[in-house]
């Protein structure tokens, strides 16, 4: 199969393969769950007014909210899933970008290990002590930025 057949054309392809594209198509999805999760809240609590009011004859005050219960923990219950569903669609969106990122970023994480594993196999000796001789700690005046030791603090002077 030739993935170039514009018969054979996926309409999604184009967004997946573009995590820019992904993002804004979950950001177009997420705004209509997130008016339809404003329109459901509205439902809720209009339900739970209505279902709260409605007494019968014989029922005591807290009768009317026990029968409603079970139909406000199910409308609950689905605005939590639409709540859960946006806050996944952004982090969906995150993670597009990030594995973008992260292939973009592999070949420089590969060479630079290659190289680590290159100067661990054939260590080089260090140049910087065999080029310079220790000097004698106390031929120098510390001052307030040179190394100090306990025994000569009162030796300090001040700026």
């Not at 196999?121 to 700690?137: G, H, S």
Request: charged content about 35%.
């Amino acid at each position: 199969m030739n993935s170039d057949d514009p018969t054979n054309h996926a309409p999604l392809r184009d967004v997946a393969q573009n995590s820019a594209a992904t993002a804004r198509y979950l950001a177009g999805i997420q705004r209509v769950l997130l008016d339809i999760g404003a329109s459901l809240e509205v439902l809720e609590r209009e339900t739970r007014v209505h279902l709260r009011d409605t007494h019968v004859e014989g029922d005591r005050f807290y009768h009317a909210r026990l029968r409603a219960r079970p139909v406000e923990r199910a409308l609950n219950s689905l605005l939590r899933d639409i709540k859960d569903l946006t806050s996944g669609m952004e982090k969906a969106a995150y993670k597009r970008k990030s594995f973008d990122d992260g292939v973009k970023n592999l070949p420089q994480k590969r060479r630079e290990k290659q190289l680590e594993k290159e100067r661990k196999r054939n260590p080089q000796p260090l140049q910087a002590a065999q080029e310079k001789p220790q000097q004698d700690v106390q031929g120098q005046d510390p001052g307030y930025s040179g190394p100090t030791s306990i025994y000569n603090l009162g030796k300090r002077e001040s700026a």
